[in-house]
């Protein structure tokens, strides 16, 4: 799957954007949900999750980088966000927020940051419903993918294999053209990206782009 990072488009335009992305074959649209307090940046909470509900069928995937998610997560769901993943570090009580999660009808994930020890994803995988692997420090877009993390996708997936579980492996932050086979080779299965789908002339091209350089 092909989830753009709307953090990169066009926030004056977000309704054309969002078309454009569905026209070049994008299979969910990503949300960064930023409070200035887990991360150093602000973006934007509930009503521009409905506003984007509102003109788009596709999935949204709201990634909360936000301190007490537990507190919003319902706000969320009721804003129109299938996916809802939490950061690790955010949570006093991982398992109680994703079963939250769940009872709001969404889709529970867990958040690792570059260098969180892949034990809390292992821990948490039979209580999720996808892992979000972060390649960059969240907080902003257009940032550089730190090469580590895909061994350690790699990891998670011989571990899910082995435990025999099926979720996705989402990976966010600095994905384009030049490393999206290598992380789909190491097992991730959701590909975030925003800089390399909204930079450049057509959005719409990039994606097919994204996905000629996966499937080859
Ligand atoms: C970073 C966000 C990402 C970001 C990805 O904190 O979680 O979703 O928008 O943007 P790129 O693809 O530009 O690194
Ligand atoms: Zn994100």
Redesign the pocket.
Known sequence: MIAP????ANFAMLAEDIRACERGGADML?L?I?DGRF?P?ITFGPPIVAAVRSVSLLPLDC?L?IVEPERYVETFAQAGAQWISVHVETCQHLHRTLALIRSCGARAGVVLNPLTPLEYAFEAAGHADFVLM??????????E?IPSVLARIERLRTWLERERIEIPIEV?????HGNAAALVNAGATVL???????GGSSIAENITALRAAVLG
Do not use: E, K
């Open positions: 990072s709307l953090l990169s990503h960064d930023m991360v940046n990634h980088m972060m390649s960059v420090n969240p907080g902003f877009g257009g940032q993918f966010d932050g600095g994905v384009h975030v990206a925003g800089a390399a789908i909204f």
